[in-house]
């Protein structure tokens, strides 16, 4: 067996490679060991540093940041999403006075780093007289912003991807270019590019952390606040472990849920394929 890029390892390149997964494998033991070990020594393990989260209004205050940072990552993905579409297809205009400033638009906000796009929104726009601009508004419009350019770059790139014979095949039915688009390409395009799609869902979601600049009440937010409370011992790394294993657990759902999606996908598109063979094998 051989692929297209490589050949298929033989026996000694088996032997070494599960040699080498074996010594990193290790070696990742260790520094995980070593961690924990330097923890341990520090008193980081220690209950009075872990007192703080017994208490059930501790508790609640973490479930509701969990909730603030999924109502913001829920919102900005939806709307990113959109602007992602409505980006693209403005990219592959053929009217230049629309796919230029879709351009500039895509390219300015791709350049300009998140946290300065929240900070503009909460800190900028007050002084400028712009009133009622929230925590949770700033956050998800740099989001928004932010990760719709990018993903109007991978919808744009699916699209370009596919075979010239899928859009000439709707021109030549009499579809226009908007139907084109709608339901013979983006379609396609979700589906071939839905890993880059997930992993930037990953990102909008771990980017939320960053609302604690604005005083975003997140999860970030929260353990930077618990992990200051002196009288029990400042429990910076307690709170940060809390934090990072709620962010984990998040990003392994969601990815999980992606994996659910696109294994429908894929079934639907092979029963797609076997009605249409047993239609063929009928007419001929």
Not at 40 to 63: M, N, R, Y
Not at 72 to 79: D, G, R
Not at 81 to 107: H, Q
Not at 204 to 225: H, M, P, R, S, W
Request: glycine share 8%.
């Amino acid at each position: 067996m051989s692929s297209v890029l490589f050949d298929a390892p033989g026996p000694k390149a088996r032997a070494r490679y599960r040699v080498l997964g074996v010594v990193t494998a290790l070696v990742i033991i260790a520094i995980v060991g070593f961690i924990v070990l330097r923890f341990a020594q520090s008193g980081q393990f220690d209950e009075k540093k872990w007192h703080l989260f017994t208490f059930p209004l501790v508790q609640q205050t973490i479930i509701q940041s969990v909730g603030a940072t999924l109502s913001a990552f829920a919102t900005a993905a939806v709307l990113s999403l959109v602007l992602g579409v409505f980006l693209a297809f403005g990219r592959l205009s053929d009217r230049k006075w629309i796919s230029l400033p879709c351009y500039g638009f895509t390219e300015l906000f791709r350049a300009i780093p998140l946290l300065i796009l929240m900070m503009i929104f909460y800190y900028g726009l007050p002084p400028l007289g712009v009133q009622g601009i929230t925590p949770f508004t700033a956050v998800v419009a740099g989001l928004v912003l932010y990760n719709g350019s990018v993903l109007a770059e991978v919808f744009r790139a699916g699209i370009e991807s596919l075979p010239r014979g899928q859009s000439e095949a709707g021109y030549a039915i009499g579809l226009p270019k908007s139907a084109v688009m709608t339901n013979i390409l983006l379609p396609q395009a979700v589906r071939s590019m839905l890993p880059v799609i997930i992993s930037q869902l990953v990102v909008i979601l771990k980017d939320t952390a960053l609302g604690f600049i604005v005083t975003y009440n997140e999860i970030l937010f929260q353990a930077k606040y618990f992990g200051s409370q002196a009288q029990y011992g400042s429990p910076i790394i307690p709170s940060a472990i809390i934090a990072g294993v709620l962010y984990v657990g998040m990003c392994l759902i969601l990815a999980g849920i992606a994996k659910w999606l696109e294994s429908r996908m894929r079934r639907s598109v092979k029963v797609a394929k076997v009605v249409k063979s047993e239609i063929v094998a009928i007419e001929g």
